[in-house]
């Protein structure tokens, strides 16, 4: 099986960057898997499993990125894609350049693994303006309460991203994976409806690190 995994960072950044080369170094040590990925990084690079584009750097530009499609990086993704021929292709964040990924991989097979509240909140917290968790995810009631750092103007901007970036994955993306059941029950409330839980890998303690805790604790 051939598997190409997609990410935003693909650098050692934080939790969800992490579980993305754990997980590909997991499935390759599984026999009769070929397993690639592909995202952005300070700069463009290739290697025999994965291919780094260059980032956008700004906030704007990555927030532009999501929306407007870009033709170069359209045809970049769209040719690497093609090389591999995925049986699957695995996304996690994809804040970058989405109108441009999106379309480059629509005829494959797609799932993605749900790491925060960006389909569910458009500041991808998902809290009201007192800190409380919201109930729901983002609704006309709350509407104005997840408005928690930005003025009008720019709330409303990230509104309609938000809105546009969801409707197109959901069109694409058939299948999700949520780390807990706390995310999966907002993602089905919020029409993600083919949602399966799987939490996030444990290391399993040897036993002479067991023996040590143990003998600490006397």
Not at 76 to 88: A, E, G, Q, T
Request: charged share 20%; aromatic share 12%.
């Amino acid at each position: 099986m051939r598997i190409l995994l997609i990410t935003d960072n693909h650098i050692l950044f934080g939790g969800a960057e992490n579980y993305f080369f754990d997980l590909k170094n997991r499935l390759k040590a599984l026999p009769d898997f070929q397993v690639y990925s592909l995202g952005f990084g300070p700069k463009e690079i290739r290697g025999d499993d994965f291919l780094v584009l260059k980032s956008l750097r700004s906030k704007l530009g990555k927030f532009v990125g999501r929306i407007l499609f870009h033709p170069m990086i359209y045809f970049k993704l769209r040719n690497y894609v093609k090389k591999i021929n995925p049986d699957v292709i695995h996304l996690h964040n994809t804040k970058q350049y989405t109108a441009s990924l999106l379309p480059a991989i629509k005829s494959y097979p797609v799932v993605q693994t749900i790491h925060d509240f960006s389909y569910i909140c458009p500041n991808a917290q998902n809290i009201h303006r007192n800190n409380e968790p919201c109930p729901s995810g983002l609704r006309k009631a709350c509407f104005w309460q997840h408005q928690i750092k930005y003025n009008k103007l720019a709330y409303l901007c990230l509104i309609f991203v938000f809105l546009k970036t969801r409707n197109h994955c959901q069109k694409i993306i058939k299948k999700y994976i949520a780390p807990s059941p706390y995310l999966a029950s907002y993602l089905k409330n919020n029409q993600f409806h083919d949602v399966t839980i799987i939490p996030p890998f444990t290391v399993k303690k040897s036993k002479s690190i067991r023996r040590q805790k143990k003998n600490s604790s006397k």
